[in-house]
């Protein structure tokens, strides 16, 4: 009779922290991931990072707070920082060898596996709001250049000019990268965007946004505008979004092989991400993830000396980081 008392308020309490889960929503955001330095950056400019990622922080959790859905938290929080000039994304992207700007961004939803992306994009100024589009109002995954912009048109985007894009620290790292004749992303400039968000309803959506590398040529395009490289979410397992030297990210297919862990080998979200980054390690690859689970356990792991990175979470728990 004991024993079938202990069994039953055994079966009762489990039951109760099943259904009563501590954390009720949670967002992770990347800036970027590369060779960082408290010396190399000044204390004013440290100040200038933390406070944009503090604000789309900000943005995102009260879309959270008030029970918007994950896809609106991801895209106004990375809508933020792609406006930021700081980051490699949106205002802030990097220039091509020609002198010109091409951005990629992708977004993922968990619950369907719906996903819209766009690549070698010149003339929208948020890159992440056209994919959503792509993956609502299109029977396509991912559209690129110029037949992104037709679609953006007709879904009554306002197109903009790239000079828009032009400020004066990215033109002087195309300038340094041309003397020396190389193609530089993460290992040493910084800034790519990306956010994973779950919401009340135990939605979890990722998104990534980009201008790639300073100096990349050929109509080259990274890991960031690909579902399973840069960016991937699946409500079963959780949502990740990559920064790094985009070549290797997509020929580990990154974002994807985290999910496979954790659905087939059960590793739990830390473990299967610092797995991911030891195999990017080994290839010779540098760059950054975050992820974040359907209980709100988050991961930003990394193998360059910093990477720009936050989180926030419905018990008001929050970090903000920028150094190992
Ligand atoms: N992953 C991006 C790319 O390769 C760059 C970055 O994250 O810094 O285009």
């Known amino acids: 009779m004991k024993s079938i008392l202990v069994l039953f308020l055994f079966i009762l309490l489990s039951q109760i922290s099943y259904s009563q889960p501590g954390i009720k929503y949670a967002m ?61 994304a949106g205002k802030g992207a990097v220039f091509t060898h020609e002198g010109t700007v091409e951005l990629d961004a992708s977004l993922m939803e968990g619950k369907t596996l719906g996903a819209g992306a766009v690549a070698g994009i010149t003339d929208i100024r948020n890159p992440i709001l056209l994919a959503r589009t792509v993956m609502e109002k299109s029977e396509h995954v991912l559209l690129t250049g110029k037949g992104a912009s037709q679609f953006a048109v007709e879904q009554g985007f306002k197109l903009v000019p790239n000079s828009y894009f032009y400020t004066d620290k990215r033109y002087q790292q195309l300038q340094e990268l041309l003397k020396k004749e190389r193609v530089s992303g993460t290992n040493d400039k910084h800034g790519t965007v990306g956010c994973v968000a779950l919401d009340r309803d135990g939605n979890i959506a990722a998104g990534t946004s980009t201008g790639g590398m300073t100096n990349k040529k050929y109509g080259r395009i990274g890991d960031s505008p690909i579902i399973g490289a840069g960016t991937y979410a699946n409500n079963a397992t959780g949502g990740f979004s990559c920064t790094g030297h985009g070549e290797y990210y997509i020929r580990l297919g990154f974002a994807r092989d985290i999910s496979a862990m954790m659905e087939y080998q059960k590793l739990d979200i830390q473990k299967a991400c610092q797995a991911e980054i030891s195999k990017l390690t080994q290839l010779g690859g540098t760059g950054g993830v975050i992820g974040l689970d359907k209980s709100g356990n988050i991961a930003m792991e990394f193998n360059t000396s910093g990477m720009f990175r936050g989180f926030i979470k419905s018990n008001g728990e929050k970090q903000i980081g920028i150094f190992k």
């Not at 204390?43 to 604000?55: M, P, R, T």
């Not at 009260?62 to 000039?85: H, R």
């Open 28 to 88: 992770v955001i990347h800036g970027g991931a590369g060779v960082m330095s408290k010396k190399s950056m000044t204390a004013e400019l440290q100040k200038e990072y933390i406070s944009v990622l503090d604000h789309a922080l900000q943005v995102g959790d009260s879309v959270l707070k008030s029970g918007g859905d994950c896809m609106d938290a991801v895209v106004k929080t990375i809508m933020v920082m792609e406006d930021s000039p700081l980051f490699n």
